[in-house]
């Protein structure tokens, strides 16, 4: 069996570190194609969020981590 680990963090810290409005980026996530819950198993990366949502990362931003949409 293999087993993976990703670096994680949850869309709110995200946002805060990115200076992203959090109720913008929830409601972008909603009308998008992305389906989530109320569990913490629905990861996104950060460039894939960044075009979602149309918005910049800041430079040096690191790519090496996943954004977890769970409540």
Same mark, same amino acid.
């Given at each position: 069996?293999?087993?993976?680990?990703?670096?994680?963090?949850?869309?709110?810290?995200?946002?805060?570190?990115?200076?992203?409005?959090? =109720?913008?980026?929830?409601?972008?996530?909603?009308?998008?194609?992305?389906?989530?819950?109320?569990?913490?198993?629905? /990861?996104?990366?950060?460039?894939? =969020?960044?075009? /979602?949502?149309?918005?910049? =990362?800041?430079?040096?931003?690191?790519?090496? /981590?996943?954004?977890? /949409?769970?409540?």
């Amino acid at each position: 069996m293999d087993t993976f680990i990703y670096r994680c963090v949850n869309l709110q810290d995200f946002c805060d570190e990115v200076d992203w409005d959090y =109720l913008d980026t929830v409601d972008i996530l909603l009308d998008s194609d992305i389906s989530y819950g109320t569990n913490d198993d629905t /990861l996104v990366r950060p460039d894939t =969020l960044s075009k /979602l949502c149309d918005k910049e =990362l800041p430079e040096n931003f690191d790519y090496d /981590l996943m954004i977890s /949409l769970g409540c």
